[in-house]
């Protein structure tokens, strides 16, 4: 498999913000869920157990609409920072009566091949290792199961890249990957018939210390060519002057654009080709046995 790291975005650098990344759902990334899980109305399957992948970061509150929309399934918690691990296991804990009746939540590593969804809210655009990333989505879901995912797009924070580029300043953020290179890395880590939509939403402040507050929530830079070194106070009352003066609109407040790409991709039954050498699973052996065997009945 081709090494599908993202060239602007340095690995240190994301390694260090997954480890200490707050442990707070952002609005947006809430309000993402809350669209995504919209559009399980269109899949038919109901699944017996799904996995939330990082809800802390990804949106806690999506854990209720899942459970509403599939509630006879267990579901698969998996956080690997051990202060998010700790929240998920408080904010998504049942009342004591809930537990008598409701499916179980397991929090831990996934297992391989257990759950039928795979959910997985604004975490990919955050990865330096995106395609293994999405390697470990596939073999959690059992043959059939399908993943369903979000992240940036290419197009967020356009008119403050606009802007940095005017100032002749470093980028603000990493370059986000376009949806169509989502599709073909999805194929390449063994995904059929993805689907990738796209939408943009604005959000808007009152002031440019709010709007950074907020873009300080929603993650951090990554560009290997951002600014190398701490800035002064100096500098700070200069952005927040610069962005006041770019971003505000007629209505009074600072607007900026982010690009959400929305995914969904079936994990197939595995098929090996004649004559190619391939590492095949037990598991995944005795489904192609299995399909054999109905071929020929």
């Not at 809800?55 to 579901?75: D, I, K, M, T």
Request: charged content about 25%; glycine content about 6%.
């Amino acid at each position: 498999m081709p090494d599908q790291r993202p060239p602007s975005i340095d690995p240190s650098a994301a390694q260090r913000w997954h480890r200490g990344a707050v442990a707070h759902s952002p609005w947006l990334h809430e309000e993402v869920a809350r669209r995504m899980e919209d559009r399980l109305q269109w899949i038919r399957l109901q699944p017996k157990a799904w996995a939330h992948w990082e809800p802390v970061r990804g949106g806690l509150q999506a854990q209720a609409l899942l459970e509403r929309r599939y509630p006879s399934a267990q579901c698969f918690v998996f956080e690997d920072q051990p202060h998010r691990s700790r929240v998920a296991l408080e904010r998504l804990a049942r009342p004591w009566w809930r537990r008598w009746t409701a499916p179980p939540i397991h929090h831990g590593p996934l297992p391989a091949g257990a759950s039928q969804l795979l959910w997985a809210n604004m975490a990919l655009h955050m990865s330096d290792q995106p395609q293994a990333l999405i390697s470990q989505w596939h073999r959690a879901l059992c043959t059939d199961g399908f993943l369903m995912f979000s992240c940036l797009g290419p197009d967020t924070l356009r008119e403050l890249r606009a802007l940095y580029r005017a100032l002749g300043w470093p980028p603000p953020a990493h370059e986000f990957t376009d949806m169509h290179d989502w599709g073909d890395m999805l194929v390449q880590a063994g995904f059929a018939e993805p689907v990738m939509d796209m939408e943009r939403i604005v959000l808007s402040w009152p002031s440019a210390q709010a709007l950074l507050l907020e873009l300080r929530e929603l993650g951090s830079n990554l560009s290997r060519m951002r600014h190398p070194a701490l800035r002064a106070r100096g500098w700070r009352a200069r952005l927040e002057h610069e962005l006041d003066k770019a971003l505000r609109g007629p209505d009074g407040r600072l607007a900026l654009t982010f690009e959400i790409i929305y995914g969904h991709a079936i994990k197939p039954t595995p098929r090996v080709k004649v004559g190619e050498r391939s590492e095949v699973s037990l598991q995944d052996m005795r489904l192609l046995l299995q399909g054999e065997r109905r071929t020929h009945s």
